[in-house]
């Protein structure tokens, strides 16, 4: 189901890792659902806690990690609506850092 990381090559590897998957994961979690929900809700911040909600479940692991990432999430809500009128990638960015 999932793809074979294994067959990439160490750069192929970082670039997936470090680029792709943070900027799919904001595309995800922040720019779609926390815009649809502010149309829907017409407020922010329920969108950015529905969207740490499905943020965190996508990444359980364990439940610490969950509850970990529902914090995380809600930081990275508030950050890309901060930002999202300057750039777009600063979220992307700022999860590369998270995942190290």
């Not at 799919?24 to 909600?53: D, M, W």
């Not at 439940?63 to 777009?88: A, E, H, K, S």
Request: a positive charge; proline letters at 1%; aromatic letters at 16%.
């Amino acid at each position: 189901m999932g793809a074979d990381l294994s067959k990439l090559t160490d750069i192929q590897l970082f670039i997936v890792v470090v680029l792709v998957v943070p900027i799919i994961e904001t595309l995800i979690f922040q720019y779609s659902i926390i815009k649809l929900s502010k149309r829907i809700f017409k407020n922010e911040n329920i969108g950015i806690v529905i969207s740490a909600l499905f943020f965190s479940i996508s990444h359980s692991y364990n439940w610490l990690y969950v509850i970990n990432m529902l914090f995380t999430g809600i930081i990275f809500g508030y950050c890309f609506i901060d930002r999202y009128c300057q750039r777009l990638y600063n979220t992307a960015c700022l999860r590369r850092f998270k995942t190290q």
